[in-house]
């Protein structure tokens, strides 16, 4: 098992950017693909990026796809989601979560587990 706890939300105009950090326990951090996800309210969860355990594989929702740019650090056992000209739309709680390999990476129920999630609130 892995816990996460990200860090880095907040409010921000449109057009502006933020960093979220997710920071992961355990020794296996490497053995996972790791995913960022978003809930905005009374909406489903929804995908938005993930990487693979080298970080040469990265996959972005078509929303987000020339905009935000995931990474992972396996010494420190990070995962950054860089997210630049934001839009109004991109406001909801965003979650970073651990998942096995094999399996579709825009899919929840890849993932088993999950942080605890960091607002996201961009202004018009």
């Known amino acids: 098992q892995v816990q996460l706890v990200e860090s880095g939300g907040g409010l921000v105009q449109a057009g502006g950017s933020l960093r979220l950090s997710c920071v992961a326990s355990g020794r296996t951090f490497y053995n996972y693909i790791m995913g960022w996800f978003r809930q905005a309210p009374e909406k489903e969860r929804e995908f938005v990026a993930a990487?693979?355990?080298?970080?040469?594989?990265?996959y972005y929702a078509d929303a987000v796809k020339g905009r935000f740019t995931i990474s992972r650090n396996n010494i420190k056992n990070t995962v950054v989601l860089q997210m630049d000209s934001l839009k109004p739309e991109d406001t909801a709680v965003y979650l970073c979560?651990?998942?096995?390999?094999?399996?579709?990476?825009?899919?929840?129920?890849?993932?088993?587990?999950w942080g605890q999630g960091t607002q996201v609130t961009v202004s018009s």
């Open positions: 990487i693979g355990w080298n970080g040469d594989s990265t």
């Open positions: 979560a651990a998942g096995t390999y094999g399996r579709p990476y825009d899919s929840q129920r890849t993932y088993h587990n």
